[in-house]
């Protein structure tokens, strides 16, 4: 598989004390159908949940008339949740003061409790029909997504905070991050009336104007990969 980026950051330190809720995100745009996979330590002991929504990440995003759509996942103080937004006003979910991310998604897609470990070596893969999360070892979560609902391929980090009055730090801290992009590959299976699988089967694939931006001849067992695809 081919790796486009790998990425390593020793820490990433989510931390505020204000007076109002906040979120605070960083999102990159992404043009092309790719894996994301962030690999990181999760040290409890130097966690203060005291104002702390949670800390994440933004998967499968598109940023269009300041608005926000796409997934996040969103690692709480009991629980790791995985919610999805469509057209949330940008500059509304920054600043609002008195909304949590499950205020604007609803109830998660899917929410699992986090292990009792005090160190979670965590490991997030998310492409454009999956979004997966290991701790330790363990699969905890594991969720399909409708490709029929992909907006895109924006990603990014993101944290949130309750509004409160006093002057106690809230933070988490994500150590020894890695990134890791590499292209997703979408298989195509040709079959003839009977379900057979066709080799040989000539394909191309348009764009959203009509014009050819791949091609591609099926193997012995019927399947075109397509990778490195664009959206549109």
Not at 44 to 49: G, L, M, R, W
Not at 140 to 163: P, Q, R
Not at 174 to 186: A, G, K, M, Q, V
Request: net charge neutral; glycine share 6%.
């Amino acid at each position: 598989m081919e790796n486009i980026l790998l990425l390593i950051v020793k820490h990433l330190n989510f931390m505020v004390m204000v007076q109002h809720r906040i979120r605070i995100f960083y999102i990159k745009n992404m043009n092309m159908l790719v894996k994301k996979k962030f690999s990181f330590i999760l040290d409890e002991t130097k966690a203060s949940y005291h104002t702390l929504d949670g800390a994440g990440f933004i998967l499968n995003a598109s940023r269009s008339n300041n608005e926000l759509s796409g997934y996040i996942l969103l690692f709480q103080e009991t629980k790791i949740c995985l919610y999805r937004l469509d057209n949330v006003n940008l500059e509304e979910f920054e600043t609002t003061a008195d909304r949590t991310v499950e205020s604007y998604a609803g109830e998660p897609i899917a929410s699992v409790d986090k292990t009792s470990a005090t160190i979670h070596n965590l490991v997030m893969k998310a492409s454009p029909t999956n979004i997966t999360v290991s701790d330790n070892g363990t699969e905890i979560l594991n969720v399909n997504l409708d490709y029929s609902k992909h907006v895109g391929e924006d990603f990014g980090l993101i944290s949130s905070y309750t509004e409160h009055g006093c002057p106690i730090l809230s933070e988490i801290w994500f150590i020894r991050t890695e990134l890791e992009i590499n292209n997703y590959s979408f298989p195509v299976i040709k079959s003839d009336m009977n379900g057979k699988v066709l080799k040989g089967a000539k394909f191309e694939v348009k764009n959203e104007e009509g014009k050819i931006v791949r091609e591609g001849i099926t193997n012995s067992n019927g399947v075109f990969s397509l990778t490195k695809l664009k959206r549109g």
